[in-house]
């Protein structure tokens, strides 16, 4: 057997009849030897069933049915129309340290699979895996997933759903026969993406229990699969989603899927959040490790496409006075682009707007020690553009047939080098002639026909944004990049190796992004998700909300503003000064410590902490939702910290809400000193809170 374990998980494979199975995927298993081995070799044997072939199933790595499987294969194809079924032989399994590289080869169809297992410190399974060509004629590959295996105690499926300004909605179901998929067509992730999928048992909730999951680092179409078979096996797969004729390997070429990433916890839907934390945030290039988060300030609804210096200067006077460190302005800048109908594709400063270019804003900014950014939209192009009309050929499509528009645009085809070179030389331009720090990249329709001279080449496109991204940050050493699509339509593990940062979603209001950014946060740290107070009168919802309700929506995430700040009374600019004096001195906590979410407050309130992972410090909200349904307030519980320690809590007034429905406030108010053990298990009365309104804790040891 190899056995690949780290401090709280284990995956166990097993070799024998010249193949791969996984013995155990999850809670970690000590040390084996070699009567352990055979032990339980023998206890996961399963009978031959009546009815069936005469071989036992076994959770075989490939899944071939030639060996008897009956589910979901991990690899189809053909050459044309032949070498259809597949029978891997296993060549070698090699286990270094807390990695196993297989190779597999399948002598008739003439394939060779290179699959690779890495258990991280952090508990994260990454998985790799390449499918080469050895034959003389062109390999059909229709898909390759990877899968893998689940316990019996997995019998409910975790995903999620969304649209624009909706996106991440969680669904919770029982795991049934057959194959449950979401699969997504977009070109990109998309708003409906299930940023991860998660099989758990019907008893696990955020701080307890047992999940496994599985995502993809991919930001092109994707599949994910849960499947429970007739003899009682259950598995958890997910790959990249091929188009028909999108990958035909020639005759030594071979196929890299994007890469998979699992993980397991014993700790609840938390302790998968952690795992996935702690990988992200122990890679060389993390963004924390270059620097903090800048408190960012987007113009898009304080000034929408009326720009003028005048009055943009204003609003960076107000900003500087508040602590903003980074401004950014939004579309409209560039050719004829005065509205969303025109000029997108022509990246050339706007003399019409800017008649002495860009470096007087930039320059009065820089001078108020704030950085600059800049938005563009470089994978797409409007019909009424100097670019589409040079170029009408320069767009995906379906020859001879023009695309449904989206957001009077159409898909510029960056598989084409004359399409790719033009957006990479043209923002290139802009940010040599300018002091430009930091870009955000939108993305504002999907693709409906992602074909490229009668080609599909979703995976080349996406393959094209990474490669354009990487070079943009080469030739612009320190350049940071904002991987916005249509908000929160391209949020995903693939992006984070390329994008410093998401904009989570355009819904701006705090109330519908409670529950976006909950489940945003899933897998992806909250220094990667742009978190912004809105206007007081939102402009999705319509709906008006107590400033220090919209910060401490904000506060947790890599923290800002979308909103003409001019507008703000003498009231709200001081909330937004607390804000983001406050957001710049706990930032380093922020955006490091463990995720704490309780299961104690649930449906109309939410309760969410960020625990120091030395334990020492700690910042909890507590957000009332909706109404109460009993009459008296709640008690919270404060999960996370050391037990023995003591510590000082108090509620930051500032940031809290203002008023309450109550005649006085609760004995302890507004602070109190209990012993983690105290807070942990018998907790701290709260106030009655009004409808969309919150508290903020800060929790410290001596």
């Keep these: 057997m190899i056995h690949l374990s780290q401090s709280r998980s284990s995956i166990i494979f097993e070799e024998g009849d010249e193949t791969l199975s996984i013995v155990h995927w999850g809670k970690k298993i000590g040390a084996l030897d070699s009567s352990a081995e055979k032990a339980i070799s023998a206890a996961v044997h399963k ?134 998929s979401r699969e997504g067509f977009e070109g990109r992730s998309g708003h409906d993406y299930t940023i991860t999928q998660i099989a758990l048992n019907t008893s696990t909730n955020f701080r307890s229990g047992q999940a496994w999951s599985l995502a993809m680092a991919w930001s092109g179409n994707n599949i994910h699969h849960v499947e429970r078979l007739i003899d009682g096996s259950k598995a958890i797969g997910a790959g990249e989603y091929l188009l028909p004729g999108e990958v035909i390997l020639k005759s030594g070429e071979s196929y890299q899927a994007p890469r998979a990433v699992a993980a397991f916890s014993d700790l609840g839907l938390d302790g998968l959040t952690n795992n996935h934390y702690d990988w992200i945030r122990g890679r060389s290039n993390h963004i924390t490790k270059v620097r903090p988060r800048p408190l960012t300030l987007n113009m898009w609804e304080a000034v929408y496409f009326n720009h003028s210096f005048d009055g943009i200067k204003k609003i960076v006077d107000k900003a500087a006075e508040l602590g903003v460190e980074r401004v950014v302005l939004d579309d409209g800048w560039f050719g004829a682009r005065r509205n969303d109908r025109l000029g997108l594709g022509d990246w050339v400063v706007s003399k019409d707007v800017w008649p002495e270019g860009l470096q007087p804003i930039i320059k009065y900014i820089n001078d108020k020690g704030i950085e600059f950014g800049l938005w563009f939209e470089g994978e797409m192009v409007n019909p009424d553009s100097d670019l589409y009309r040079a170029h009408p050929d320069w767009i995906l499509q379906e020859p001879g047939r023009i695309p449904v528009e989206g957001r009077w645009q159409q898909v510029l085809d960056l598989t084409k080098e004359g399409a790719y070179n033009h957006v990479l030389n043209q923002v290139d331009a802009v940010l040599t002639e300018n002091n430009i720090a930091y870009i955000k990249w939108d993305h504002n329709r999907h693709i409906s026909d992602p074909i490229s001279d009668g080609h599909p080449v979703v995976r080349k496109q996406t393959e094209a944004i990474y490669r354009l991204f990487d070079e943009l940050k080469r030739r612009h050493p320190g350049l940071e990049i904002e991987s916005c699509a249509s908000g929160g339509g391209r949020v995903d593990l693939g992006m984070i190796e390329h994008a410093d940062r998401f904009w989570t979603s355009d819904q701006n209001d705090p109330l519908e992004r409670q529950q976006i950014q909950r489940w945003s946060a899933m897998v992806i740290p909250p220094e990667f998700l742009g978190t912004h107070i809105g206007p007081t ?25 979308e909103w003409n700040v001019t507008e703000a009374n003498e009231s709200e600019l001081a909330v937004l000064k607390s804000y983001i004096d406050f957001y710049k001195k706990h930032r380093g906590l922020l955006h490091s410590g463990d995720v704490v979410r309780s299961d104690v407050i649930q449906g109309n309130a939410q309760m969410y902490g960020t625990v120091a992972k030395d334990k020492k410090s700690a910042l909890f909200t507590y957000m009332q939702l909706t109404s109460l349904d009993n009459f008296g307030p709640l008690v919270a519980t404060f999960d996370g910290l050391d037990a023995k320690t003591l510590y000082s809590v108090k509620i930051n007034e500032h940031l809290s809400a203002p008023e309450f429905l109550q005649k006085a406030q609760p004995g302890w108010w507004p602070s109190v000193n209990l012993t983690g053990e105290h807070l942990q298990s018998i907790g701290l009365q709260l106030p009655v809170c009004k409808p969309e309104t919150g508290l903020l804790f800060e929790i410290t040891a001596p």
Excluded: C
């Design 537 to 561: 009168v939102g402009h999705q919802m319509h709906r008006t909300h107590e400033i220090s309700f919209r910060a401490l929506n904000a506060l947790f995430g890599h923290a800002g503003i």
């Design 47 to 180: 009978p031959h069933f009546h009815g069936g072939l005469d071989v036992a199933p076994r959770n075989l790595v490939l899944r071939e049915h030639s060996r008897g499987f009956i589910g979901h294969p991990a690899i189809r194809g053909h050459r044309g129309g032949v070498a259809a079924s597949n029978r891997f032989v296993l060549q070698s399994a090699v286990q270094k340290d807390q990695t196993l590289v297989a190779i597999f080869v399948d002598a008739i169809a003439e394939l060779e699979i290179e699959l690779t297992y890495s258990l991280t410190t952090s508990d994260v399974l990454l998985i790799d895996g390449k499918v080469t060509n050895k034959g003389s004629s062109d390999y059909f590959l229709e898909h390759f997933l990877y899968w893998l295996p689940l316990a019996e105690q997995a019998d409910q499926v975790l995903d999620f759903y969304g649209h624009w300004t909706k996106e991440r909605q969680p669904q919770r179901r029982d795991i049934a026969y057959g194959l449950t």
